[in-house]
């Protein structure tokens, strides 16, 4: 598969996985640690819209900024470089943590976008790490329901889904993945 450039303006699913099906996240502080790289590092450049962190991958979904420049790569090699140096001081490994540098796939069409927003979220319970997804702590779905100030784009979320009601519906309603299984995270 063509490595998907990133580029200014345009939406991605972002995902990568733990190598050799290792744990990714070993505890609460591993999560809470990546979440405070990816607010460092990726956040100046890039607008949230869903995000999952799960025991052994995650997923996330972005728009690049109109205005950011320079490599569009680097904030993720930073993040994910960090992240394993961190990793691998707390678990005392050596070696690679991430099974890929990098995957991502450009999305080019709104309903994939309301889709993959709906998906990401609820990302845990497919997953069986919860039977709920507001109550997972990793995922932006509660961030996205509530009105509290988060990293995650509510309002343009909301654009999208017409209402409040819509949108909460919509988020716990389970997904079909059929329709988008083309933008899943593939081995």
Partial sequence: ???????????????????????????????LFFMKLYQKHVTPIAETYAYCLLHDHLHL??????????????????????????YNTRTGKEGRVFKFKMK???IRN????????RFINQNPRYHGATEFPADYRFSSFHSTITTGQSMVAKEK?????????????????????DPIRMFLMEE
């Fill in 61 to 86: 979904l972005i728009r690049i900024k109109e205005d950011a420049n320079g490599s569009l790569y680097r904030p993720f090699a930073l993040l994910f470089n960090s992240y394993s140096k961190g």
């Fill in 1 to 31: 598969m063509k490595t998907t450039l990133l580029e200014p303006g345009k939406y991605y699913h972002v995902y990568n996985r733990a190598k050799n099906g290792d744990p990714l996240f070993e505890d609460e502080s591993a999560y």
């Fill in 104 to 106: 991502r796939i450009e």
């Fill in 157 to 177: 979320i909301l654009d999208q889904f017409g209402s409040r009601e819509n949108m909460t519906y919509n988020l716990q309603t389970r997904v079909n993945e």
């Fill in 110 to 117: 709104m309903p994939y976008f309301r889709e993959m927003i």
